[in-house]
Nanobody, 126 residues
């Protein structure tokens, strides 16, 4: 399993931006599909976005056009750029990984993910 570490969370006003990072010390991250998930207070964890090993990305409708997933394989890091943040985006954000034989596969279903980070808190409030 990969050891994943999220960072970049914090307090931001509505309309603001944050960039979350999901990093590992292993160069094998490039062969993994990565999912971003979030758990809002009192709610179950849910998928937000994912990226395949080949760079294909998928988003849930509520963040499409506002969030962007990208990868920097040289830094063994995946990013979640979050723009135009809304109070309903407040949550603990997690990244998760799964080694994928299909370069175009990724998933926002947590049951498919193997390795998880411990999360980073994002609070959107004025």
């Amino acid at each position: 399993q990969l050891q994943l570490v999220e960072s970049g969370g914090g307090l931001v006003q509505p309309g603001g931006s944050l960039r979350l990072s999901c990093a590992t010390s292993l160069a094998t991250l490039r062969y993994h599909a990565i999912g971003w998930f979030r758990q809002a207070p009192g709610k179950e964890r849910a998928g937000v976005a994912c990226t395949s090993a080949g760079g294909t990305t998928t988003y849930v409708r509520s963040v499409e056009g506002r969030f962007t997933v990208s990868r920097d394989n040289a830094k063994n890091t995946v990013y979640l750029q979050m723009n135009n943040l809304k109070p309903e985006d407040t949550a603990v954000y997690y990244c998760a990984a799964r080694l994928a034989s299909n370069n175009n596969w990724c998933s926002m279903d947590e049951n498919f993910m193997i390795s998880w980070g411990k999360g980073t808190l994002v609070t959107v409030s004025s």
